[in-house]
């Protein structure tokens, strides 16, 4: 099992950047984000893979940048132009392997409003 630490997350206005951050208590395969918004599945945000491979959602192109620091353990979530729709609980997740289960962080809240 691996642990996550998530940090960043909150209120901002609709435009605005926020940032968020997560750390593995081990090496691992990916990392990543979901989010969940109220009412709504838990959705894929952006993946990486310790080969730096990529995954976006198509709604968070060109406006999020996902990061990985592989000697860290950490992975980042640079969120730029926020909408208001991107209101959720934001996840971190973690894979040690490919077909091995799925970690989850604890969520944290982000709110896009004026």
């Known amino acids: 099992q691996v642990q996550l630490v998530e940090s960043g997350g909150g209120l901002v206005q609709p435009g605005g950047s926020l940032r968020l951050s997560c750390a593995a208590s081990?090496?691992?395969?990916?990392m990543g984000w979901y989010r969940q918004a109220p009412g709504r599945q838990r959705e894929l945000v952006a993946g990486?893979?310790?080969?730096?491979?990529?995954n976006y959602a198509g709604y968070v192109k060109g406006r999020f940048t996902i990061s990985r620091d592989g000697a860290k353990n950490t992975v980042s979530l640079q969120m730029n132009s926020l909408k208001p729709e991107d209101t959720a609980v934001y996840y971190c997740?973690?894979?040690?392997?490919?077909?091995?289960?799925?970690?989850w962080g604890r969520g944290t809240q982000v709110t896009v409003s004026s």
């Open positions: 997740y973690a894979q040690v392997g490919v077909g091995y289960s799925t970690s």
């Open positions: 990486v893979t310790v080969d730096g491979i990529t």
């Open positions: 081990r090496s691992i395969f990916s």
